[in-house]
């Protein structure tokens, strides 16, 4: 996209083009006819104040009237742009008037034209950029809720099959319970039958004998029990075709219900590596990468509690299904078909797997312990079971312990877990305590949560390994073990569960916190899941890092780095130009922070480390108003300049100083009169901000009087000032109080406003208004006008790639001057 189109596209920024070519005057419809004309040529390779380049501007200026001439002859032809073509010809003959004898002038203009627009097309790429991340989010948030809708969707619909089975268990019950009863009933006829066979053979045996006296009544009696035992054998007939059926009907159930548990628990199966291995993970992977930028939100792990719980419900419950019908199976042995395979006590394996897989899984640690850990400093960490309330192991809630172990032994943790509560490679204080309900009425969790808190945990010593190579102590990466072992459902099932925390880097000294930093980074963007601790790539694509700085950048002072900043970082860290196509560079961990950057003796983190560290303890409310540009190169930053009015400053990071900030600006030159100079203050750096802030500094300054590119400095940095309490003259003890004020050492350096009586550094200056013009103001000043200053030598040219090349700005009154006490008249 040309630069054209991508101003034009946004409003706001091209209605400020549009003031800005007016204030110039210079018509924008000039501008968009010859936009390829006026983006294909390089504007900064020429400099409007160097005789040298005058033939250069004369050729452009021509070349520009010719094609405005060629312009106006197309649109002569087309009749609606008769208007824009009279504004043409108007504009041609207003430029004639105006630069036929100073085409130098006419190239200023241009130049400061393109550089508004830069500075346009870096906000709109900023704007561009944070929609794309707005939109990421968007989509990111808008995807998280689909597959939260579809996750509870399918958990709904276990319930419902979950409910379903119960009631085809319980109906099998009922068949179960009937088949018992009439196979009781059957048992009865069958002994009935039994007794009436009994009495029928002594009468049969009687009726056999030749003296009978009563033989008829014997030949009744007999008929009688045979139509007994006929109705009891019909009874039993058909008690014995019921049992038939119900036993065909309850194994018929058994199979079905068996088939359509191990179906559901498929399904639940799949959901359950769904949440255990896709969305918790997941939650572990934000939660890591948090540590170099935003954390993930607590709704995210309410809700994977919330998926949690009802599998933990679900899997209980069919748990305890297959467990009734292994009993009901147990009351009434059934033979299955040949080749039919017996499934309960697999689906009871597989069930009981699934609870145990699902409780180990989900205790986790909520809020990871500081990942840059300090030997004898107190830390917090907290840990929760997503399944505890479920499960009710609140009723006996557990104990945790916290541990430190090494690398290697979190390695072996992975490999057997059966020494988890030996292992130790260090000394933790205040590291075991209970599990407690927290019922914190969230409505997003209105059954609370199980979890311990350690608020108070203090490392007391440590047992480093042997170091790997060329490996640091700050390299060397730990990690807390949380460990705890309870029981469910009445000691029915035992669990022991263990969590690693994200790896942790422990230090002994403060000077050791920069480097322990970037190993923190380093890990939490780069490590894969389920990787082998703590293994990470030697090298990673440029635009990863860059993406892991601007987060980090943006974490700690508000604001991330725009493209330009971090094209100026990847020419840093590859010791290459800025502008070129970064997109397919590696950096390695030794380019990141292990070698020195050329010409220095910090490394590429050190450097950025120390910068970012500056800007969230003193600079953030500039930072975050724009009003630093920081990262910027000093060639590039004298380009800038040398566009732009006298006194016109900016603000970049020094690249000599490790942690220091510089203001450069464009002023008369003191050695070649007429022309000028792009002059740098000595990088401040954060004991310097201590003193005084970089607000009052450059207020201070009477030389800055535009933040680049236009900005009135006031209008940009006066809410920063601090406020000068007004002195009492009548101090009980008989002094007048000072305060300090920044002065540029070199005495030729002032703004025309001071020339007539320029001051000399340093100063003391009692504070206004405390004096009148008739008062007996004493002021100590040091005359420097003798000391034969070589100025020559502060000059940008000729200078090196540092900064100390450059003016001393840090000369402050360190002691106040005792001034007579005032006398009255």
């Not at 970012?612 to 000093?634: A, R, V």
């Amino acid at each position: 996209m040309s630069r054209w189109a991508t101003l034009s596209g946004n409003t706001a920024v091209y209605a400020k083009l549009q003031e800005f070519y007016s204030h110039r005057s210079f018509p924008i419809e000039v501008r968009y006819f010859l936009c390829t004309w006026f983006e294909d040529k390089q504007w900064n390779l020429f400099d409007p104040d160097n005789p040298e380049h005058e033939p250069h501007a004369i050729q452009l200026f021509s070349n520009l009237l010719a094609l405005m001439r060629t312009k106006i002859q197309e649109l002569s032809v087309i009749p609606d742009f008769q208007a824009i073509k009279m504004c043409l010809e108007q504009t041609l003959v207003d430029f004639k008037n105006q630069y036929e004898n100073d085409q130098c002038g006419f190239l200023r203009v241009i130049q400061q034209c393109m550089d508004k627009e830069e500075e346009l097309v870096k906000i709109c790429q900023e704007e561009i950029l944070a929609g794309f991340m707005d939109q990421s989010s968007q989509s990111g948030a808008e995807h998280r809720e689909r597959v939260n809708a579809h996750i509870v969707q399918q958990l709904q619909q276990f319930h419902s099959d979950k409910s379903d089975l119960d009631d085809r268990v319980r109906k099998m019950l009922n068949l179960q319970e009937s088949f018992i009863i009439q196979y009781t009933e059957n048992m009865k006829i069958n002994s009935q039958i039994s007794n009436l066979h009994g009495q029928m053979q002594p009468v049969q045996h009687q009726l056999l004998s030749p003296h009978l006296a009563n033989k008829e009544k014997l030949h009744q009696t007999l008929k009688e029990l045979q139509a007994r035992q006929k109705n009891l054998e019909e009874d039993k007939k058909k008690l014995e075709s019921n049992l038939s059926e119900l036993g065909k009907e309850i194994l018929q159930s058994r199979l079905e219900l068996a088939d359509s548990y191990n179906k559901l628990i498929d399904e639940v199966q799949g959901m359950q590596k769904r949440v255990l291995d896709d969305e918790l993970i997941s939650w572990k992977r934000r939660q890591q990468l948090g540590g170099n930028g935003n954390l993930p939100k607590s709704e995210e792990l309410d809700s994977l509690q919330r998926w949690c719980e009802s599998l933990a419900e679900i899997i209980w419950c069919i748990r305890q299904q297959i467990k009734r019908m292994g009993i009901l199976r147990a009351q009434l042995p059934i033979d299955l078909p040949i080749g039919r395979p017996d499934l309960l006590p697999e689906l009871n394996d597989t069930i009981t797997g699934m609870l145990s897989s699902l409780v180990t899984s989900t205790f986790i640690v909520e809020q990871q312990p500081p990942q840059v850990l300090k030997k004898e400093s107190r830390f917090s960490a907290k840990v929760r079971l997503l399944v505890g309330g479920k499960l009710n192991i609140q009723m006996c809630p557990p104990q945790v312990k916290a541990t430190i172990i090494s690398e290697s032994q979190a390695k072996n943790m992975l490999r057997s877990d059966m020494l988890a509560k030996e292992t130790t490679s260090g000394t933790i204080l205040n590291n075991v305590g209970t599990m407690d309900w927290q019922d914190d009425r969230n409505p997003l969790l209105p059954s609370g949560c199980l979890s311990i808190h350690f608020r108070n945990m203090q490392l007391k010593a440590i047992k480093r390994s042997d170091k790997k190579g060329t490996e640091a102590v700050t390299e060397e990466k730990f990690c807390i073990l949380f460990q705890s072992d309870f029981n469910v459902g009445g000691n029915d099932l035992v669990f022991q569960v263990w969590t690693l925390s994200l790896p942790v880097v422990v230090t002994v000294h403060g000077n050791q916190e920069c480097n322990a930093m970037a190993t923190v980074l380093w890990d939490n963007a780069f490590a894969d899941p389920g990787r082998t601790p703590f293994v990470v790539p030697e090298s990673v694509p440029w635009p990863k890092l860059g993406e892991q700085l601007h987060g980090k950048f943006q974490q700690m002072t508000g604001k991330g780095l725009s493209p330009d900043s971090l094209d100026y970082l990847a020419s840093k860290v590859f010791n290459a130009p800025c502008g070129l196509d970064f997109s397919q560079y590696t950096v390695s961990w030794t380019q990141f922070n292990k070698e020195t950057l050329q010409g220095r003796t910090f490394t590429f983190w050190e450097w950025f480390y120390a910068v970012l560290k500056l800007t969230k303890e003193h600079l953030k409310g500039p930072w975050n108003d724009g009003s630093i540009i920081g990262f910027i190169s000093k060639t590039k930053a004298q380009e800038c300049l040398n566009r732009v009015e006298n006194g016109t400053f900016l603000l970049r990071f020094s690249d000599s100083e490790c942690g220091g900030i510089t203001i450069a600006w464009i002023a008369e030159s003191l050695t070649k009169p007429g022309e000028r100079e792009v002059w740098n203050l000595a990088p401040y750096i954060a004991k310097d901000f201590s003193v005084r802030g970089l607000a009052d500094r450059i207020h201070d300054l009477k030389n800055l009087t535009f933040l680049y590119p236009e900005i009135i400095k006031d209008d940009a940095f006066q809410k920063y000032y601090t406020a000068q309490p007004e002195s009492d003259t009548s101090s009980k003890n008989g002094y007048i109080a000072t305060h300090l004020v920044q002065v540029i050492g070199a005495g030729q350096l002032m703004c025309p406003d001071n020339m007539s009586n320029p001051p000399r550094s340093p100063q003391i200056i009692p504070p206004s208004p405390a004096y009148g013009p008739d008062s007996n103001q004493t002021t100590l000043t040091e005359n420097m006008e003798d000391m034969n200053m070589d100025l020559t030598e502060y000059l940008v040219t000729d200078y090196t790639a540092g900064d100390y090349d450059i003016i001393d700005a840090n000369q402050f009154v360190t002691g106040p001057y005792v001034l007579p006490p005032y006398q009255t008249n």
